[in-house]
């Protein structure tokens, strides 16, 4: 069991970057996938991006590839979301999971979740 904590949310101008970190509790952090989601006002959880279990492989959606990174140390049980060229259309709670399932599962095979941070980008 895992429990992912978020940190690294705030208020960027558009074109500015972010680093979103999310540290997990737990000694069994290496096995579960981590994925970012995020949910802005009115709308439904979009996936964001995941990494698989030893930090290989990543998976983006299409509005955040080649603007965001994502990666992780296993030793420190943290992942990490590089956000860059945000735009106002990226503002929204960013949350991490953990799963066991596959790298390009939907949400609902996310086990464990965050509370969320939120990223606004302003204009």
């Known amino acids: 069991q895992v429990r992912p904590v978020e940190s690294g949310g705030g208020l960027v101008q558009a ?18 996938v981590m994925g970012w989601f995020r949910q802005a006002p009115g ?7 995941a990494i ?10 299409d509005s955040v590839k080649g603007r965001f990174t994502l990666s992780r140390d296993n030793a420190k049980n943290t992942v990490y979301l590089q ?18 399932g596959s ?14 941070t939120q990223v606004t980008v302003s204009s």
Request: aromatic share 18%; net charge positive; with cysteine.
């Open 83 to 100: 956000m860059n060229s945000l735009k106002p259309g990226d503002t929204a709670v960013y949350f991490c999971a953990a799963g066991r």
């Open 43 to 49: 709308k439904e959880r979009e996936f964001v991006a």
């Open 103 to 116: 790298l390009y599962g939907n949400q609902y095979e996310y086990d464990y979740w965050g509370q969320g």
């Open 52 to 61: 698989n279990r030893s930090g290989t492989t990543t998976y983006y959606a």
């Open 15 to 32: 074109g500015g970057s972010l680093r979103l970190s999310c540290a997990a509790s737990g000694r069994t952090f290496s096995r579960y």
